[in-house]
């Protein structure tokens, strides 16, 4: 199995969006007594893929793309 880190700078701005919405709808709405919008949550991610503290993932088996913590034991070998 093949994964590969995939900077956000190297997707298209609608993939990128895309990437992003679809992580973020695994999560569903319930966010108890305060709602957070969806764009709220966009820019969230798009804030930690631009600091480097989260990374995109390609799983080259799956086809599908993750979004995980950069500190995240899955990806350590991942980076240099």
Do not use: C
């Not at 990128?16 to 999560?27: D, K």
């Not at 764009?39 to 086809?63: C, H, P």
């Amino acid at each position: 199995m093949a994964v590969h880190v995939i900077p956000p700078d190297r997707l298209s701005k609608e993939a990128l969006r895309g990437v992003i919405e679809e992580y973020i709808s695994r999560f569903g709405t319930d966010y108890g007594e305060t709602e957070v919008l969806p764009e709220a949550n966009y820019r969230t991610v798009m804030q930690k893929l631009e600091k480097g503290s989260a990374i995109i993932l390609f799983d080259d088996e799956s086809e599908t793309t993750n979004i995980f913590s950069a500190k995240h034991p899955a990806v350590k070998n991942l980076l240099p």
